[in-house]
């Protein structure tokens, strides 16, 4: 066993933490299991109490940092991301082992970006936020899309899910987040209107024609960072972000043998080049549990020495688009991507 093979979970005893383990282990990696409670993390399924683990708050910076020494590369699970990125990616880096996290809050990417790219840079590893579903899926949809340019006049993401059951971490997250959410504007971040602008998303079926409305996640940080983007513009159907509201809606249940919820997914991409409109689509099950072939599947190429770049990095940025979205369709059977000429979506 070697640093190249260990990689710390820090949440590794929430809802996406649990997956990640899961996936790290499918890919004969070595997860290191860490949290804040000790309590929680000796109540981990069976199937993970064999594995190491390290009880560290995130407030302890010389105990996180020696904590991740050892590891090759820290994978942060644990949201609101507004507490935990920035003290777990400096203890990353400072032990010289690669951050990676599934944020979909702006202000995390944005500060990242700022504060570890030099030090990350000086250490010799990379650090990726949002490498996930909200994030990360649209960004390397966006990236592939574009095929090795760099510039596009206009882009659009909808996201489409059937219903969203949320965890305690979302819950949590959005009370924790208030910060004014960002588009690209006129080349530029700006702030979204408000109220935010809504219409009608044409989705591929079975959700189809869906009432939605702006929502802009991480994904508006991580393509601002490496694209040359006129217009950005991120979109959610209505229907979920009322369940999303509804502080009656349950947390997602397990309903087949890798844990994966009932709810279904789409990822809609629409780029824009002078004439030119490609649509890449990206469709699957459970929102959280995608998360972790996405994660992991970074991890294991950051490991492997397959990333492009060191330094504070987009997902598209760090890793060939292209390539990580045809690896999660082929390997972890984790999505299904589409693309084609867009029609004209009103
Ligand atoms: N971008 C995406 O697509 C995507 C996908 C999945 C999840 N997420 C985000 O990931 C986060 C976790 O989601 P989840 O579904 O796994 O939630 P969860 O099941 O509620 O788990 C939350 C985890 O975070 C830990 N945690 C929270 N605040 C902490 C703090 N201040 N210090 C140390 N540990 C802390 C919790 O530790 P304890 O057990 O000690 O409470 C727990 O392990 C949320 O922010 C969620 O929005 C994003």
């Known amino acids: 066993m070697n640093a190249t093979d260990r990689v710390l979970v820090y949440g590794a005893t929430g809802h996406t933490g649990r997956f990640v383990v899961d996936e790290l282990l499918r890919r004969d990696l070595v997860p290191v299991l860490a949290g804040r409670s000790?309590?929680?993390?000796?109540?981990?399924?069976?199937?993970?109490?064999?594995?190491?683990?390290?009880?560290?708050?995130?407030e302890e910076p010389d105990v996180l940092r020696r904590a991740v020494a050892g590891t090759g590369a820290v994978v942060n699970c644990a949201g609101p991301f507004l507490d935990t990125a920035l003290p777990l990616a400096h203890a990353a880096v400072g032990a010289g082992a690669h951050y990676l996290d599934v944020t979909a809050e702006q202000p995390v990417v944005a500060a990242l970006y700022r504060e570890l790219d030099a030090p990350a840079r000086a250490a010799g590893v990379a650090v990726v936020p949002?490498?996930?579903?909200?994030?990360?899926?649209?960004?390397?949809?966006?990236?592939?899309?574009?095929?090795?340019?760099s510039r596009a006049d206009e882009v659009?993401?909808?996201?489409?899910?059937?219903?969203?059951w949320p965890t305690a971490g979302t819950r949590a997250t959005g009370t924790?987040?208030?910060?004014?959410?960002?588009?690209?504007?006129?080349?530029?971040?700006?702030?979204?209107?408000?109220?935010?602008?809504?219409?009608?998303?044409?989705?591929?079926?079975?959700?189809?024609?869906?009432?939605?409305?702006?929502?802009p996640f991480s994904e508006v940080i991580t393509i601002d960072r490496h694209l040359d983007v006129g217009e950005l513009r991120s979109y959610l159907n209505t229907a979920a972000l009322d369940d999303l509201r509804d502080a009656a809606t349950p947390a997602p249940a397990s309903t087949d043998e890798h844990g994966r919820s009932a709810q279904?997914?789409?990822?809609?991409?629409?780029?824009?080049?002078?004439?030119?409109?490609?649509?890449?689509?990206?469709?699957?099950?459970?929102i959280y549990a995608v998360s972790a072939p996405i994660v992991v599947e970074g991890a294991v190429r950051l490991l492997g020495g397959?990333?492009?770049?060191?330094?504070?990095?987009?997902?598209?940025?760090?890793?060939?688009?292209?390539?990580?979205?045809?690896?999660?369709?082929?390997?972890?059977?984790?999505?299904a991507v589409r693309s084609g000429a867009a029609r004209v979506l009103g």
């Open 156 to 164: 659009e993401v909808a996201i489409g899910l059937d219903r969203w």
């Open 176 to 215: 924790r987040n208030t910060a004014t959410r960002q588009v690209i504007r006129g080349g530029a971040l700006t702030a979204l209107e408000s109220p935010a602008p809504s219409r009608t998303w044409s989705y591929p079926s079975p959700l189809g024609d869906q009432p939605v409305v702006q929502l």
């Open 306 to 335: 397959r990333h492009r770049t060191v330094g504070a990095a987009a997902p598209g940025e760090a890793f060939d688009a292209a390539d990580v979205l045809a690896t999660l369709e082929r390997d972890a059977g984790a999505v």
């Open 130 to 149: 949002a490498m996930a579903f909200y994030g990360g899926l649209a960004d390397l949809l966006v990236t592939a899309a574009l095929g090795g340019g």
């Open 264 to 286: 279904r997914f789409v990822v809609d991409v629409v780029v824009r080049r002078g004439g030119d409109a490609l649509r890449m689509t990206a469709t699957g099950r459970d």
């Open 38 to 58: 000790a309590e929680r993390l000796a109540a981990v399924p069976p199937r993970h109490a064999a594995l190491e683990r390290r009880v560290v708050g995130i």
